[in-house]
């Protein structure tokens, strides 16, 4: 190894020391953490200083901060660490078979993917899953995920996408809320209070433009999830657009109801994504394999029809 590679590899220890200081911002308290000395923790972040000929943090009477490099090395640091971390553990806890590491949406994966998972697992039991919740496009290595459940259009760049099923909205509110506002016709909701999903914009819009409504929608409260609308809905704060799928506990216990019998093909779809060079990954071919029979299996279900 040349010297410069030796200089642009440091310890890990160095850089544990490092992220820890960073994160804390204090040499005391990385040095707890990591149940080092203080000084062994000085040591550690000269050595690392001196390696790459730089000064990542600014000492002063009050404590030490992140100078501008040292706030740079730090994000990039503590995501490498973090992956390092996140493989060490599976290599210690790996026993037989492979893994897979699957991003899936919250409310998607919630309450239509994991009550399918036992039978995937049924199937491949030598197969271990991992799970994490992921809303829009990211980075599959920096996240160390194989692959994932997006709602979306298929451009995930550098990754296959995989149809899986189209979404159908409708409006849906609470029937108390309904019994008080009585909608008739589609023109009929746009006088009311609309709840909008911020990761859906223009889903009223959509809506109004497929049902042969003029006008921009009211603006109205806006939420992240798919569950919070659904409670908003059940406390009778107003109508949204939801996946019917997705809210068939609340349809079915009459704790929401469709606020006017009109479904409407969502712009966004549900897809499998998975990066190009993982695609032929045992775990990957027979996820994406058993995801398309299930979605199949459940396009014949009575809720569905």
């Not at 990542?56 to 100078?67: A, D, H, M, P």
């Not at 189209?166 to 506002?181: I, K, T, Y």
């Not at 809210?247 to 079915?252: F, N, P, T, V």
Request: glycine residues 8%.
């Amino acid at each position: 190894m040349t010297n410069l590679s030796r200089r642009l590899l440091p310890s890990t220890s160095a850089l544990a020391a490092f992220e820890s200081v960073a994160r804390l911002g204090s040499f005391s308290s990385a040095a707890d953490e990591l149940s080092l000395t203080q000084g062994a923790i000085s040591r550690q972040i000269s050595g690392l200083e001196d390696q790459l000929g730089i000064l990542l943090f600014e000492r002063s009477s009050r404590g030490v901060q992140l100078t501008e490099a040292g706030r740079a090395y730090a994000k990039a640091i503590g995501a490498a660490l973090a992956q390092i971390r996140t493989a060490s553990l599976q290599a210690m806890t790996k026993r037989h078979g492979d893994t897979l590491n699957l991003a899936m949406l919250p409310t998607f994966g919630t309450r239509w993917l994991l009550p399918r998972i036992p039978r995937f697992v049924s199937a491949h039991p030598e197969i271990t899953l991992n799970f994490a919740t992921r809303i829009g496009i990211f980075d599959f290595e920096q996240d160390g995920l194989d692959v994932a459940i997006h709602i979306g259009q298929p451009n995930w760049p550098g990754a296959e996408c995989t149809f899986l099923m189209d979404e159908m909205v409708a409006p849906v509110c609470s029937p108390e809320f309904l019994r008080q506002n009585p909608v008739s016709k589609p023109e009929d909701l746009a006088g009311l209070p609309l709840l909008h999903m911020a990761s859906r914009p223009g889903a009223w819009t959509h809506f109004f433009e497929a049902v042969g409504v003029q006008g921009v929608p009211a603006p109205g409260m806006r939420f992240e999830q798919f569950a919070s609308v659904a409670q908003a809905c059940s406390a009778g704060l107003g109508v949204a657009l939801m996946p019917l799928f997705l809210i068939e506990a609340e349809l079915q216990s009459g704790t929401l109801v469709e606020a006017y019998p009109q479904q409407v093909r969502s712009p966004s779809s549900y897809y499998l994504v998975a990066p190009v060079t993982r695609m032929d990954l045992k775990p990957v071919a027979l996820f994406r394999a058993w995801l398309i029979e299930e979605v199949g299996r459940w396009r014949n279900e009575p809720f569905y029809a």
